[in-house]
């Protein structure tokens, strides 16, 4: 039939009419290989995707039991209050905080100054250690971070290098009145040097450091000592010395003249810088008007004195009167008072024989030259002690 094409050994003809070789055909197999191969791999990507998937949540899952399951177990490194508890559940934690912390903190604090010493009791001081509150520190700042972070520190050996501080309460009261009841008792005033007469001479008593405690330094002390932040538990009071005005080696000049009389032997007895010179004899107060005894000092002193006759009964119609120097006064040369009216003083020559007598109204009688040298060495506020 007209029209009609014979097959083509060497190709075919498409359902376009077109004629393909044999090499259009080869390619074609190839595209259909191809995209068959693509087809097969897109198949298998929402499986390896799901396999992904399931791989993640399941690392996920184990990873939030691990680390949920550390939910209260401390971080290697965390210390409370240098207390090591890393690696401890909470409870465990609290245990050993009792027990190495709490425990020593509970022994009383005590102060010393020399042989004296006072205590001050965890109880006396309110003491409270607040350990929950310390254990929840540090378990929160283990739980610092993100939870793959945790995972991995934990899985690998890593720390958390914090320090939780001390929480502890106490009362400031019972610290205060510790450290005013220890400054009441250390404290002291300097004592100077000084000369104790006797009837044996003039002693030397030697002088005394103060002593004051500094009440502030001593507070600290106490306070750091008794929340732990020293090794010991005992405090040293901290003390400063006051040297005193005056020391021995300065009485000699402090004391240029002293009298001491003894009137059991009627002797004056004289020191000059502390060292006898010269000893007179004297007459003392009669019975009934005995010479006062005691430390004294000369008052004032005066050369061929009037007598102010004291108004007494034994002065008779003299009481009160002025008797001026000459025959009919008995005080002679020199007079130097002492206890308000009292005094040392010379008499009449015939008056002698009573030197070494109970024989005055008080006074004490000395002889003529004796008074006037006695005088010439002994200015107003010499020391007169009277045995």
Known sequence: ????????????????????????????????????????RGARLPIIAAFGVAVVLVAAGAMYLYDHGRRETIAKGVRIDGVSVGGLREGAAREKIQHELVANL??????????????????????????????????????????????????????????????????????????????????????????????????????????????TQLGAAIDRALVGQTASRTVIVPTHYIKPAVSTFQLAARYPAYIV????SFRLRFYDHLKLTRTYEIAVGMEGLETPAGLHKIEWEQVDPPWYVPKK??????????????????????????????????????????????ASHGCIRMRIPDVIDLYSKSPVGTPVYII
């Open 261 to 264: 009389i003894d009137r059991g």
């Open 106 to 215: 509970d022994r009383p604090v005590t102060v010393r100054a020399g042989s004296k010493k006072w205590t001050l009791s965890a109880r006396e001081a309110g003491l409270g250690i607040d350990t929950a509150n310390m254990v929840a520190q540090a378990v929160r700042v283990s739980r610092e971070g993100s939870i793959v972070g945790r995972t991995v520190r934990d899985l690998f050996g890593g720390s958390v290098k914090r320090n939780i501080p001390l929480v502890v309460s106490y009362s400031h009261q019972a610290v205060r009145g510790l450290t005013a009841k220890v400054r009441a008792a250390v404290t002291r005033a300097p004592r100077d040097a000084t000369v104790q007469p006797s009837a044996s001479g003039l002693n030397l008593v030697p002088g005394q450091d103060g002593r004051t405690v500094s009440y």
């Open 313 to 358: 009964a034994w002065a008779g119609a003299l009481a009160g009167t002025v008797v001026p120097p000459g025959p009919a006064d008995p005080l002679k040369a020199r007079f130097m008072s002492f206890d308000g009216g009292a005094g040392i003083h010379g008499i009449d020559p015939g008056e002698y024989s009573s030197i070494g007598h109970d």
């Open 1 to 40: 039939m007209q029209g009609d094409r014979e097959p083509s050994p060497k190709g075919y003809i498409d359902v376009t009419g077109t004629l393909m070789g044999m090499s259009d055909e080869h390619e074609l197999g190839n595209e259909m290989s191809a995209y068959a191969a693509r087809a097969a």
